[in-house]
């Protein structure tokens, strides 16, 4: 099992800019979710997904849009990057959706620079 | 005042010793404390989870939580220059609505020196 894949890996974008992160997991997990990673806030939920067709907003989602239309795959499209998109992206997945708190699953991340 | 925090150190220690890591939380209705490792660019991954207050032990690792503080801490034994990474705590509660509030402490960064 590969577990949770990103693409890419790396990415510098100019404002204004669109471009959708993609996220893969092959371990038929029902709950994944988007996250940035910014020094001194931690972690931060962006969107996320409870199956095929659901999704929701977490604690920052402005200037991201989410689709679930598979189980296996849930992409992160800015709309039209801004310097304070700058950040590391985590996709992470759960067995779990919610009613007990599940070991989260995460990708490798995706670094973007937006200039 | 952020709902958890976590000393971002970076912290150092010689191989073999005991290290201690901690968060405070300021939210009464967290149920279930987590601690994640992160290495140099990679995704965090779980390494302990517990729930309500007590110790769990795994291996060198041992994971307290003592809900009347407010205070989680995670202790390694016998530290290893390969226990090197960031180390995440976070907690969770599940809301009215019947979904989870996860948060992340911003991590401690630790490097066992050999």
């Known amino acids: 099992n590969a577990g949770v894949t990103q693409t890419p890996k790396f990415q510098v974008l100019k404002t204004g800019q669109s471009m959708t992160l993609q996220c893969a997991q092959d371990m038929n997990h029902e709950y994944m979710s988007w996250y940035r990673q910014d020094p001194g806030m931690g972690l931060r939920l962006i969107h996320y997904s409870v199956g095929a067709g659901i999704t929701d907003q977490g604690e920052v989602p402005n200037g991201y849009n989410v689709s679930r239309s598979t189980t296996e795959d849930f992409p992160l499209r800015l709309l039209s990057a801004a310097p304070s998109q700058t950040s590391v992206y985590f996709c992470a997945s759960s067995y779990n959706s919610g009613l007990n708190t599940g070991e989260l699953f995460f990708g490798e991340g995706s670094r973007l620079t937006v200039l | ?114």
């Open chain 2, 1 to 114: 005042q952020k709902e958890v925090e976590q000393d971002p150190g970076p912290l150092s220690v010689p191989e073999g010793a005991i290290v201690s890591l901690n968060c405070t939380y300021s939210n009464s209705a967290f149920q279930y404390f987590m601690w994640y490792r992160q290495y140099s660019r990679k995704g965090p991954e779980l390494l302990m989870y517990t729930y309500s207050s007590g110790n769990k032990e795994d291996g060198r690792f041992t994971a307290q939580v003592d809900k009347s503080s407010k205070y989680i801490s995670l202790f390694i034994r016998d530290s290893q220059p390969s226990d090197s990474a960031t180390y995440l705590c976070a907690m969770s509660f599940i809301s009215n609505f019947g979904n989870e509030k996860l948060t992340f402490g911003t991590g401690t960064r630790l490097t066992i020196i050999p």
